[in-house]
């Protein structure tokens, strides 16, 4: 198929849209680039001026951002792994496996992942104070797991039921044990989508506010709750505010670019299977 | 849905696979009845307290006292309502939106794949850090959009979030900013996963361009949309994190989603009352999901008895 004028067309105004929908974040990055009084100006500056890094300097001995990026770093991290580690078999069995109800299984554990935060974030709070690990970073770290772990199993259960069915019966005439089919069989076929599962657990972590926000304070604090006092009542520090944003948002642009391809099909198989 | 593969069903293996089976769900399971379901519990005994966060000492069993004292306060029902049609608007500003999106890049012109990878940078990009900037975009003075607005299109300079009569609509399109290419991207996926047989028999019947879309395709992708506006729905009636950033509900209550409403019980001190009002939050989705999947099911029950008679 040739593409006509008029699909041609169209894409014209796809890239015009997209580049558009794009300026707020090209703005974020270029305004923590430029110096105090240029951000302030009355008539925005696009290019003419010095680009300085003041404001990540600021935004890092001021609002000891390094922290904010270890916390967010270990907390999503930690979590993540965690995550993976329970719900591979745990997507096996209601995947792959004779399980009694396993789709019902599967959505049960779906359905804890559109619970409102407000409701879970109460007792954690309480708990959290009574036993005097608030404001660390292993109480986020366990609340990210239980947020993570539902669409974890959903995603990758869609991903092994998109396996083809004679895996395990060819494993069997091989004579491998189920360990062995799993290890050697399943997982490499599986890692695509072990590895999107993965980045999706992370993402939504990474960017988690509301959990951080009632359950650390200053010391486990993770970047999005950092962010914010960069803009509260003491301080109105566009330029931190845009350095911190660029820190925090770089590592998700990465991950787009990286891996493009990869994520519209988790995307689809998370949504629709 | 599809059942277990052959190895699994066949005979006396199956029951030992079946407890290997549970022996693998078992950690999942454990971690969710302890990290999730018994949080909810607590939540639900506590929504039945009285529990300053100030002064603990006097915490103690209130009845539905809670529930009673919210369905008398006027900012919470202002709060549920708005709640309802900033959803509703907003999921349906998304859907159209992300459908003609997603015609845009449904298209294998050379580039397309860098557009749609750049479009997706909104999708994982944190509301928080966004929130913020955005503000700053919508800043009186020095902000870009009054510079754009006031120099392109003639609008006077407008402090466009601290104004009752704006800042909902200005939340909307930040909103929608994010989201759209979410529901564009996942109907993307739908619309690129049906048959080459079918687009082929479409273009020899000489359905093209828009009526192509509207006839073929957006049939053929139904339960993908249907799937994208739950999603949808149930993240923006629990909206907290953009609401929260840009406006915490104001200026006044013009802003005030249930979520954030909620956090100003929290900040009160009132925590039973906030339990409660957060169950009222999860029964308001449950509602909404069971409404919507109920009208779903039925339509299409009535489909059905219309193309048997």
Request: proline share 5%; hydrophobic share 55%.
């Amino acid at each position: 198929m040739h593409p006509t004028i008029y699909s041609r067309a169209l894409f014209g105004v796809a890239i015009a849209l997209v580049f558009i929908w794009l300026v707020p974040v090209m703005w974020v990055i270029l305004t923590s680039i430029k110096p105090t009084n240029i951000i302030n100006s009355a008539v925005p500056v696009f290019l003419d001026f010095d680009p300085t890094f003041d404001h990540y300097v600021e935004v890092y001995e001021r609002f000891r951002f390094g922290r904010a990026m270890f916390n967010s770093f270990v907390t999503v991290g930690v979590s993540t792994l965690i995550v993976m580690i329970v719900a591979l078999p745990a997507a096996y069995a209601v995947a792959r496996m004779n399980l009694m109800h396993g789709d019902a299984w599967a959505l049960a554990i779906l359905s804890l992942r559109f619970m409102p935060g407000m409701v879970i974030v109460l007792p954690y709070f309480k708990i959290a104070t009574f036993l005097n690990i608030i404001d660390t970073q292993l109480v986020l770290i366990v609340v990210y797991v239980a947020f993570g772990l539902p669409f974890a199993v959903w995603v990758l259960r869609g991903f092994l039921l998109d396996l083809p069915k004679e895996i395990e019966e060819a494993g069997r005439l091989d004579g491998l044990s189920w360990i062995q089919i799993i290890f050697r069989l399943i997982m490499p076929m599986a890692a695509p989508g072990i590895a999107v599962t993965a980045i999706f657990t992370f993402v939504f972590s990474w960017n988690e506010f509301l959990f951080a926000l009632f359950l650390t304070l200053d010391k486990g604090s993770t970047m999005p709750v950092t962010l914010q006092k960069t803009i509260d009542l003491y301080n109105v520090l566009w330029g931190s505010l845009s350095a911190g944003a660029v820190l925090q948002l770089l590592p998700m642009i990465l991950v787009v670019f990286l891996l493009q391809k990869h994520i519209a099909r988790g995307l689809a198989l998370g949504a629709v299977k | 849905m599809t059942g277990p593969p052959a190895y699994f069903r066949s005979s006396q293996l199956a029951r030992q696979q079946r407890k290997v089976a549970y022996l693998l769900l078992a950690p999942a399971v454990i971690i969710l009845l302890a990290l999730a379901i018994y949080p909810l519990i607590y939540a639900g005994t506590l929504s039945f307290r009285v529990d300053p966060l100030y002064n603990p000492k006097v915490a103690r069993f209130i009845g539905w006292r809670n529930f009673t004292d919210l369905f008398e306060d006027s900012r919470f029902w202002t709060s549920i309502q708005l709640t309802l049609s900033w959803a509703f608007i907003v999921v349906v500003i998304q859907m159209v939106l992300g459908f003609l999106l997603a015609i845009m890049l449904d298209s294998k012109i050379r580039g397309s794949g860098l557009l749609r990878s750049l479009i997706l940078i909104p999708v994982f990009i944190s509301p928080v850090a966004m929130g913020l900037n955005w503000r700053f975009i919508f800043e009186p003075v020095t902000g870009l959009a009054n510079w754009i607005l006031s120099n392109g299109l003639g609008f006077e300079k407008y402090s466009w979030l601290s104004h009752v009569d704006t800042a909902l609509t200005t939340l909307m399109l930040v909103d929608c900013w994010q989201w759209t290419p979410f529901v564009a991207l996942i109907l993307l996926a739908g619309m690129q996963s049906i048959s080459p047989e079918i687009v082929e028999a479409a273009r020899l019947d000489r359905i093209r361009g828009i009526k192509f879309y509207i006839k073929i395709v957006l049939p053929l992708i139904r339960p993908v949309i249907m799937v994208v506006i739950l999603i949808r729905l149930v993240d923006e009636i629990r909206m907290f994190d953009l609401n929260y950033i840009m406006t915490e509900g104001g200026p006044g209550s013009s802003t005030l989603l249930a979520s954030t409403y909620d956090y100003t019980i929290f900040k009160h001190g009132h925590l039973g009352l906030m339990a409660a009002c957060g169950f009222l939050i999860l029964l308001l989705i449950n509602g909404v999901v069971g409404i919507f999947l109920n009208t779903l099911y039925r339509s299409e029950k009535a489909a059905r008895q219309e193309n048997i008679s």
